[in-house]
């Protein structure tokens, strides 16, 4: 079965590091990059940035950079998003997703097409 | 960055109703404009890719249409399980970006 599989709810205290993964199985996981969104407590989804597992080239949003670290381990098919110093505000579900590509004439479509379940990370004192 | 906004951010329909969703792009982005559903305590799902291709698997009263900045989501007779949060997403340049959502509620 092709899927993203999402580790375990989390909480954690302010300050404290966190690493989440994402593992791939069903499909070449080092040639699709997997990209991770955020969703804050009732709010939308934010695009966090992306990898590229076969080579680790890495994307980041401005308001993610500096903040998180993306990595893979391509060797068992996983993907990390972690934290040196959590804060309260990092308090969230965590989605991980696949970015896949669609070729025509014309167009070279990306979009996510295959996505985790998510992680909630709870970051309270 | 490119700034993406939805319209309306909610909506009270009936079941068998035509909704349409509006998504804008501050700046052109071609057709590289997709639509996700989100059932609450779900994981997003992917409806539409390239403004108007439907994902496999998704039922064809789902439609897309627009390019460069402005694009809709049509849903031609709304069904049960179509009560849900909406997000339209660019992939035009990186970082992309998402829309705020809308919510389509039961009237």
């Known amino acids: 079965e092709v899927q993203l599989v999402q580790s375990g709810a989390e909480v954690k205290k302010p300050g404290e590091s966190l690493k989440i993964s994402c593992k791939g199985s069903?499909?070449?996981?080092?040639?699709?990059?997997i990209g991770w969104v955020r969703q804050m407590p009732g709010k939308g989804l934010e695009w966090m940035g992306m990898i590229h597992p076969g080579d680790s080239d890495t994307r980041y949003s401005p308001s993610f950079q500096g903040q998180v670290t993306l990595s893979t381990d391509k060797s068992i098919s996983t993907a990390y998003l972690q934290w040196s110093s959590l804060k309260a505000s990092d308090s969230a579900i965590y989605y991980c997703?696949?970015?896949?590509?669609?070729?025509?004439?014309?167009?070279?479509?990306?979009?996510?097409?295959?996505w985790g379940r998510g992680t909630l990370v709870t970051v309270s004192s | 960055d490119i700034q993406m906004t939805q319209s309306p951010s909610s909506l009270s329909a009936s079941v068998g109703d035509r909704v349409t969703i509006t998504c804008r792009a501050s700046?052109?982005?071609?057709?590289?404009l997709n639509w996700y559903q989100q059932n609450p305590g779900k994981a997003p799902r992917l409806l539409i890719y390239?403004?108007?291709s439907l994902q496999s698997g998704v039922p064809s009263r789902f439609s897309g249409g627009g390019s460069e900045t402005d694009f809709t989501l049509t849903i031609s007779s709304l069904q049960p399980e179509d009560f849900a949060t909406y997000y339209c997403q660019q992939s035009y340049t990186s970082p992309d970006s998402f829309g705020p959502g809308t919510k389509v509620e039961i009237k």
């Open positions: 997703a696949r970015r896949t590509r669609y070729r025509s004439s014309w167009y070279d479509y990306w979009y996510f097409d295959l």
């Open positions: 700046q052109s982005v071609s057709t590289y």
């Open positions: 069903g499909y070449d996981f080092t040639n699709y990059r």
């Open positions: 390239g403004a108007s």
